[in-house]
């Protein structure tokens, strides 16, 4: 299956497209997506071929996939993966999770985690530690299963910190915040613009879903957090309450 996946993807590169792509992810000597290599496909046409082959394609094809130099063989993998994990049982998401978790290095660019991290990470930690309804023995193990989060927000690797901020995003649509929160807070100080983004994102999104907790995050942090995190979680407030955070740095 492996090699059908990749006769299809070659088949509609664009390379006038692709040198685009580059650029805009940053693949420049020195960039956070230095060397990435580019076919120049679009989203859609990567998800119909996901759509296509995630029935036949096991673990080994995924993971040839997930280790290509190519970016759009990395995105095939991880629509394949989410796909089964959307349509799996508790098994499968079982060893999806735990499949994603030790493949992080390749998923490394902030596309590859945005549309994987939520809908893998966060929903299997959301779905078994969040369930409602545990015994003692089950508390135990959701607490050590939570702890994931935790150990990739304070992760060296850039793309385990943004798979953190990310997979907080099923808490979120969930209107679960409480984990979130502690792990937006860890990473506030973060040096990176990505991770700015990520965060000021989540926020965003919280707020969207109760005001209340946003405000009552940012009369918090506001001060201390980072430009382009401030704009982002703010971008859905009225203007004059926009205002008064801006003003405040």
């Known amino acids: 299956m492996y090699q059908k996946i990749i006769q299809e993807l070659n088949k509609l590169k664009n390379p006038a497209q692709a040198k685009n792509l580059q650029r805009f992810f940053k693949t420049g000597k020195g960039e956070y997506g230095g060397?990435?290599?580019f076919l120049g496909l679009k989203s859609q046409e990567i998800k119909d071929i996901a759509k296509k082959y995630y029935r036949e394609t096991n673990f080994n094809?995924?993971?040839k996939l997930l280790n290509s130099e190519i970016h759009e063989h990395r995105v095939a993998s991880l629509r394949i993966l989410v796909i089964q994990y959307e349509e799996g049982g508790d098994k499968?998401?079982?060893k999806i999770f735990?499949?994603?978790l030790k493949n992080t290095k390749n998923i490394n660019n902030w596309d590859l985690v945005d549309?994987?991290?939520?809908?893998?990470?966060?929903q299997f930690l959301f779905q078994t530690c969040f369930s409602g309804g545990l015994s003692e023995k089950e508390t135990s193990t959701k607490v050590s299963k939570n702890l994931?989060?935790?150990?990739?927000?304070?992760?060296?690797?850039?793309w385990e910190r943004r798979i953190a901020v990310l997979a907080t995003f099923a808490f979120i649509r969930e209107k679960d915040f409480r984990d979130a929160i502690k792990i937006l807070e860890i990473l506030l100080k973060d040096k990176h613009d990505l991770i700015h983004k990520a965060v000021g994102w989540m926020l965003r999104e919280m707020g969207?879903?109760?005001k209340k907790?946003?405000?009552?995050f940012l009369d918090k942090h506001a001060l201390h957090m980072p430009r382009t995190m401030l704009r982002y979680s703010i971008e859905k407030l009225p203007e004059k309450k926009r205002k008064y955070y801006l003003n405040k740095k």
């Open 208 to 210: 969207k879903r109760d």
């Open 115 to 122: 549309m994987s991290a939520p809908n893998i990470v966060g």
């Open 148 to 158: 994931v989060l935790y150990k990739l927000a304070k992760s060296k690797n850039l």
């Open 61 to 63: 094809d995924i993971k």
């Open 213 to 216: 907790e946003l405000i009552k």
């Open 35 to 37: 060397g990435d290599i």
């Open 98 to 100: 735990d499949f994603y």
């Open 92 to 94: 499968i998401r079982k």
